[in-house]
């Protein structure tokens, strides 16, 4: 079970960190596939920043109850479709990953809108722009017709966003960023 400021920090969960880890495993994504997103969101903000900081920061993003929420109901839905369990016309939907449904970037905004608003356009940015994982996953859903990836590009895209954001507010009263941002 995870520890970070669990004691302290009351919108967090530790017991269901190690679900989520499980849980993001078993549809192909590692904390490290995603922290390697952040790291390339982040790095020319922070000339130090390190893949151990990256990873620290997205274990913090994971630690939210309110995320676990997220993540959870979201990769519930992608299996469901999978096992065909879904009613149509949402079966249809999910499984074509239809690109009007937009619930799926809808649940990760519940995601980022915990980070404020670097949270939220870097969301867009790795959206639109599928790096690392995101694009794995994205081009997996073309494997089979059962495949769905429809709500877990998003929900990793949202953790890695969120983390960059929460690595960039860590950062914000050190002189290295404040020059950066100048730039
Ligand atoms: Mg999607």
């Not at 990769?75 to 879904?86: F, N, Y």
């Not at 970037?105 to 949270?119: K, P, R």
């Amino acid at each position: 079970m995870k520890k970070i400021n669990e004691d302290q920090n009351r919108f967090n969960d530790g017991k269901k960190f190690d679900v989520i880890v499980d849980r993001l495993e078993k549809r192909g994504v590692t904390l490290l596939d995603i922290a390697k997103v952040t790291y390339d969101l982040q790095k020319k903000y922070v000339e130090s920043l390190t893949m151990e900081t990256c990873l620290d920061h997205i274990e913090r993003v994971i630690m939210k109850r309110e995320v676990q929420h997220a993540i959870l109901t979201g990769i519930e839905l992608d299996r469901l479709a999978e096992e065909g369990l879904i009613s149509e016309s949402l079966s249809t939907i999910l499984l074509s990953d239809y690109g009007l449904y937009g619930i799926d970037e809808i649940l990760a905004l519940s995601i980022v809108n915990v980070y404020g608003s670097i949270g939220l356009t870097n969301f867009g940015f790795v959206d639109k722009t599928k790096p690392g994982i995101i694009g794995v996953l994205d081009n997996k859903k073309g494997e089979s017709k059962n495949k769905c990836n429809t709500f877990i590009d998003d929900i990793v895209g949202a953790i890695a966003a969120a983390a960059a954001s929460s690595i960039a507010h860590r950062y914000a009263e050190t002189d290295e960023i404040i020059e950066l941002y100048k730039k």
